[in-house]
C-alpha cells in the first residue's frame, strides 16, 4: 500500500512538519520552475531495503515503572515518526528518569532512541553503557528514509490529550536540536520539498509553527504532472552518517557499548544500573508484553546518487528523498509484516511508479 506521505499525516492531526516558501526564480519564457529529473531504471538500483517501523495505534511509550529494585523508563513506538521524535521523546524519557537519580545508566536498544538517550544522558552529566542486540549499521533506524516531519506513527480515534501534549513537546524540543545540527559532520540537510495534495486551502493546525511560509503551487508553478503541490523546506537526515557521528559522540564521551540481548524483563534486573531507559523499539513487544505494538513494514529501492537532485518529493507514487549514498524511492506501509527481506514486487511497482513519475516531467532544468 503506497501512501502519500504528507496526505496521510495531514489526515491525522494537521501534521505539516517544517516548510518553508521555495527561492526559486522561473528563467523567462518557461511555464514551470525546473527541476532535473531523477534517472529511474532498474539498471541504476543499487540496493533494496525493508525495514520494521513500531507502530502503535495509541502513540509512542514514554513512561517510568517500577521492576523490583528497578526503574525502567519506556521510550519506544515511534512507527514513521522515530527518526523525527528521536530527541524529543528521549527528552521526555530523561526529564522523567533522572530527577533525582544519581550514579550509572543503562540503556537497552542501540537504534536511533537508544543513541539519543545515552547521548541526553551524558549531557545530564551521567555515565551510561548502552546494551543492544545490534549497533548501527544493523538497526532498524539505519534503514529510516531521514525526513524530519511526522509520519505513520498514531490513529487519531486512539490518542489522549495528554499523549498530544507529550507529541507536541517532543516535536518542539527535535525540531530545535536537529537544527543546531545541521552540516556535513551529521548528515543534515535542508532541502526544497514538493508534496502532492488535493488541497485547495491551508489550513493552520497544532504544528503551524514547524511549516513557516507553506503555500499551495498551481500547475503553472511546478513541473510535476500534478494539479497542485505543497512547497515546503524540509530537514532531511543521511542517517548512516548520522548514527556513525552519534556513536562516536557517545564513546568519545565516555560511554559504554555492551552487545547482549534481553528476552524477559527478568533479565534487566540482572543489570548493575539502578534506572533502565528501554529503547527497544519493535522488540519491546515480546520484552514488555505490548501487544498492541506491531511492525509496519516499510520497502526501499536505491539508486545511483544523482548529486544534481537537490528536491524531495511524495505523492500517491510514492517519495523520494536524494542522499550523498543514494537516491531514496518509497514506500510502503505494510501492517503486521516481520519479514525484513525485500520482496521483488513490491520493489518493482515502487520503481515503475516512479519511472512513470518523473518521465512526466513538463520541464526540466
Known amino acids: 500500500m503506497l501512501l502519500d506521505r504528507r496526505t496521510f499525516a495531514v489526515s491525522s492531526a494537521a501534521l505539516l512538519g517544517g516548510c518553508a516558501t521555495l527561492g526559486t526564480r522561473r528563467p523567462a519564457g518557461a511555464n514551470c520552475t525546473p527541476l532535473p529529473p531523477v534517472l529511474v531504471d532498474e539498471d541504476r538500483v543499487i540496493r533494496t531495503v525493508a ?103 498514531f490513529s487519531e480515534d486512539a490518542v489522549t490529550p495528554e499523549w498530544r501534549r507529550q507529541f507536541l513537546a517532543a516535536m518542539d524540543y527535535s525540531w530545535r536540536r536537529f537544527q543546531i545540527m545541521v552540516g556535513d559532520d ?56 548520522y548514527l556513525r557521528k552519534m556513536l562516536l559522540d557517545l ?3 565516555g560511554g559504554k557499548l555492551q552487545r547482549r540481548e534481553f528476552l524477559a524483563p527478568q533479565a534487566l534486573a540482572e543489570l548493575p544500573e539502578t534506572l533502565i531507559f528501554n529503547c527497544t523499539g519493535i522488540g519491546a513487544r515480546a ?32 517519495y523520494m528523498f536524494p542522499r550523498s549514498d543514494g537516491i531514496l524511492l518509497g514506500g510502503t506501509f505494510e501492517r503486521d509484516v516481520w519479514d525484513t527481506t525485500p520482496d521483488p514486487a513490491a520493489i518493482a511497482r515502487i520503481i515503475e511508479r516512479h519511472k512513470h513519475f518523473f518521465s512526466g516531467f513538463r520541464c526540466a532544468a
Open 51 to 153: 525495514g520494521l517501523r513500531p507502530y502503535r495505534r495509541s502513540g509512542f511509550v514514554v513512561r517510568a515503572e517500577q521492576l523490583g529494585t528497578k526503574r525502567v523508563v519506556h521510550n519506544y513506538g515511534h512507527g514513521g515518526a522515530g527518526i523525527t521524535l528521536s530527541w524529543g521523546t528521549s527528552k521526555l524519557a530523561t526529564d522523567l528518569g533522572l530527577t533525582g537519580h544519581s550514579g550509572p545508566v543503562a540503556v537497552v536498544g542501540g537504534g536511533i532512541m537508544g543513541l539519543t538517550t545515552a547521548r541526553l544522558v551524558q549531557e545530564a552529566g551521567l555515565p551510561v553503557t548502552v546494551y543492544a542486540k545490534d549497533f548501527p549499521p544493523h538497526t532498524t533506524s539505519n534503514v529510516a528514509g531521514g525526513q524530519i516531519a511526522p509520519f505513520g506513527h
Open 186 to 241: 551529521y548528515g543534515i540537510r535542508w532541502l526544497p520539498t514538493y508534496e502532492e495534495t488535493s488541497r485547495t486551502v491551508i489550513e493552520a493546525g497544532p504544528l503551524s509553527a514547524y511549516s513557516p511560509n507553506l503555500r499551495l503551487l498551481g500547475r503553472a508553478e511546478h513541473p510535476f504532472p500534478l494539479e497542485r503541490v505543497l512547497a515546503c523546506d524540509t530537514m532531511y537526515v543521511e542517517t548512516g552518517r
Open 251 to 253: 564513546q568519545t564521551a
Open 287 to 318: 520484552l514488555f508484553g505490548d501487544s498492541e505494538l506491531i511492525p509496519v513494514r516499510g520497502q526501499l529501492a536505491v539508486l545511483l546518487p544523482q548529486p544534481e537532485i537537490r528536491y524531495a518529493a511524495s505523492g500517491e507514487w510514492g
